[in-house]
């Protein structure tokens, strides 16, 4: 009776183990027949047998084509769509390979870099997930041999999968050690360029510095040297030297090869000059404006735009590398013409190649001709008229006639002037409708106030002189009105 109890009790063990064997095999083959590796596995070996197949066919069709015909074909099509899989080792091993190390040529290039750093670290960090999922799909089928063992099942099937996914471990452990040594390599390289990058950028920036500290240094010694007005155009003449060294410098730190260089300026100057080619010709105009002397900031201009429909006087505010800013004063032209002052002008450097341009105060001449005309009767004293007309003009423009002749001295230093005559000038004309006595004098640039004074004088002279009587268009209306029937009205018109 003791047996046969013991009995029954290593029999319901026995069939318990099995019970628990069976199920751990059934869990482990569940899972495996949705992993990818054991997946990819089964399609290389369907692809295998496929082709052995096919060669199995394709000699029995040698004797009968027309059998095999379609079977051949079946077996070719589901090769095609197997060809992914008909290498076990590509299949299987997924290695994401490493992206080449970026260039770094400027300092913009740095930031690339750093983030390749982390493209690489997450590359390496999927290739181990992979391989660990594989290796974990390894000892899954390890274990489920050793289940099968122990149930006394001898698979065959299973241990060739296993010897294989043994060799692919072996190779796949390599790829990921070759991967991460390359890593460290490209990473080594990345940090390396870096580093040069960054130092050719300090070494940039000082050599920038350097730069503008001695042109800081010119200008404060032309702030302490040069006095007059020309201080503005050298501080802008510095400065544009200055800008056009650190190009170069940038320039020179950044591209390499001279020839490349050339090259490209010279395609690009090309296009951009079709393109751009009214801003060109306005650096062009600063260029001479600077080196020419014919204006200045400062100096009062008038210029001719538009064909000579729209005239622009004013003083100088500044001269920039596309511009000249003028300030609109009242001067003859303002009345005359414009209307219109206290206006701020842009007007492009171009003009100086196809405009007139009047300079009032050109080597610090500051003086201008200016003429007032004035007509009296043909029975008036014309004489008398001239000498009073002389006499105001050389009262009120004899200090402009004094600076006028040191200004001109001046001026035969630089030019050929030969009639330097500066004393006021009065003629008689005889005109249509009496002698008109044209007073000539200098003045300040701003006419205006002289010329308003002046003509007042005259005018109270000539008022006082009963023989000078000034001329002006009348007419006299001769004819008689009729209200009551509107009569015709005759009319005669006599110029006195």
Known sequence: MRVFLVFIFFFFAFAENNISLENSISEISKNLSKNEFYINYQTYLKYKKLEEDYKKYSRLARYNPQKYKDKLLSIKTELELLKNNKNIFESIIKIKTL????????????????????EIK????????????????????????????????????????????????????????????????YIQKVNEKIQKEINKLIYLAVF??????IFTLIKIAVRKYVKDESIYIINKILNFINITVIILIISFFYINNATYLITILGFASAGIAIAMKDWFMNIFGWIVIMTSGNFKVGDRIKIYLQNGQVKIVGD???ITLTKIVIYEDVTLTTYLYNRRAGRVVFIPNNVVFTN?????????????WDGIDITITFDSNYKKAVYLAKEIVNKYSKGYTEITKKRIQKLRAHYHIRNANVEPRVYTFISENGITISCWYLNNYATLN????????????????????????TYSINGKIKMEDHEE???TQTPV
Do not use: C, M, W
Request: charge should be neutral.
């Open 99 to 118: 992206p080449k190390p970026p260039e770094i040529n400027n300092p913009f290039n740095i930031f690339t870099a750093l983030n390749y750093e982390k």
């Open 122 to 185: 997450n590359i390496i960090k999927q290739n181990e997930e992979y391989y660990n999922h594989f290796y974990n799909t390894y000892l899954e089928l390890l274990k489920l041999k050793k289940l099968k063992e122990q149930k006394g099942i001898k698979d065959k099937d299973l241990e060739k999968l296993l010897k294989d996914f043994e060799t692919i471990n072996n190779i796949y452990k390599t790829k990921i050690n070759t991967i991460k040594t390359q890593a460290e390599i």
């Open 208 to 213: 920038i510095a350097i730069s503008i500290f």
């Open 316 to 318: 100088v505010i500044d």
């Open 356 to 368: 007139p341009i009047f300079n009032y105060t050109h080597h610090g001449l500051s003086t201008v």
């Open 450 to 473: 002289l010329r308003s004074t002046i003509s007042s004088e005259i005018l109270d002279a000539f008022l006082k002189e009963e023989d000078i009587k000034i001329a002006y268009p």
């Open 489 to 491: 009205l005759n009319q």
